[in-house]
């Protein structure tokens, strides 16, 4: 059989064309089956989080704080391999992508290593990211639905079970890298009903920022503080929202957590801008940066709060106030109330 169809049926010899209409066939036989195998490839590709192609996601939950702002859990229809949150930890501020496809607009938005728990009660529970654990790589989202913000108005209406696309992770801001000894900081006090103990403490000195957030730029500093390897030092947050004990209701378990287990301090303003006009408070709390530490230093206990940095999050006007405007991808020059506190482009980062 075999013979047949490389040799000539008369003479018995090898035939040419035969065989090169032969070799034609396998080889191109061969290239379609790995062309289709690359394909394949490509496509599984596809399914891990990478700023290189989008990766298809579902609305999982969402529930409305008030009637602007809301949480937003989505999740991936193929489950990620590669943890995020522990890729990251707390080097890395980063965000994801998310695409409207009906106007072709993408927009950034920052996510927490948070889960809802279900309850029957109309009260929303949220729950650390256990340790070492992605859960098929859900993220959660706290938007506010602006009226000129089409991508989250476009979120806050999709229904449950609704596709859409996401990319990233970008990187916005990353922070020097402590010694490769240096403990991971527990968090098994966040998800626990109970007041339990400080646990470890970091091993070497680690050093203090500020973060001057409005709106939902919280979720920033909240990042670093509830992901798998939080932050080593202590955080301030000046804090500006219209009603905060409404608008972060969610939050404020979690906040007062990390604040009674000494990793943050918070100060909340419901009038930033009227406290901008006389800074009674702010002059206490944003005094000039404190110089940068040695990182290989042991840590010896102190407790007191030493801001080296700080970093702005937030709208455009509120960045302006505090720091002076952000243009585009440059930075500026440090201006408004941070400028006339002495603080510079050295120990001031504006995010987006």
Not at 57 to 72: A, M, N, S
Not at 250 to 258: A, G
């Amino acid at each position: 059989m075999i013979r047949a169809l490389f040799y000539k049926k008369k003479t018995g010899k090898l035939s040419f064309l035969k065989t090169s209409f032969w070799t034609f066939s396998i080889v191109s036989l061969a290239g379609v089956g790995y062309s289709g195998y690359s394909q394949y490839r490509l496509e599984q590709s596809k399914i891990e989080l990478s700023q290189n192609h989008f990766v298809k996601y579902k609305v999982k939950w969402r529930k409305f704080v008030d009637e602007k702002h809301y949480l937003l859990e989505i999740e991936p229809l193929k489950p990620q391999k590669v943890n995020v949150w522990n890729q990251n930890g707390y080097r890395k501020l980063w965000s994801v992508e998310i695409k409207q496809p009906q106007i072709h607009v993408v927009r950034n938005y920052t996510p927490l290593p948070l889960t809802h728990v279900e309850d029957t009660s109309d009260e929303i529970s949220l729950k650390v990211l256990d340790d070492d654990k992605i859960d098929n790589g859900k993220l959660m989202f706290y938007i506010k639905s602006y009226d000129n913000g089409e991508v989250a108005r476009w979120l806050s209406k999709l229904p449950i079970g609704h596709e859409i696309e996401v990319r990233g992770p970008y990187i916005e801001y990353e922070f020097p890298e402590a010694p490769s000894d240096e403990v991971v900081l527990d968090r098994g006090f966040l998800n626990s009903s109970e007041e339990t103990s400080l646990g470890n403490k970091s091993k070497y000195k680690s050093f203090d920022i500020n973060f001057f957030s409005a709106g939902t730029g919280i979720v920033t500093p909240l990042q670093l503080m509830l992901t798998q390897d939080p932050f080593k030092g202590k955080i301030q947050i000046i804090h500006a929202c219209k009603n905060y004990q409404k608008e972060l209701a969610p939050l404020l378990p979690l906040l007062k957590k990390l604040e009674n287990h000494d990793r943050l301090k918070m100060h909340y303003f419901e009038n930033f801008r009227k406290e901008l006009t006389n800074c009674r408070v702010l002059d206490k709390i944003a005094e000039t940066p404190y110089p940068f530490h040695d990182l290989t230093t042991l840590n010896n206990g102190s407790t007191s709060l030493k801001p080296i940095f700080s970093l702005v999050v937030g709208p455009d006007g509120f960045i302006e106030s505090v720091c002076g405007p952000k243009y585009e991808l440059h930075q500026g020059p440090i201006t408004g109330y941070l400028g006339q506190k002495g603080w510079n482009n050295n120990t001031v980062f504006k995010l987006s």
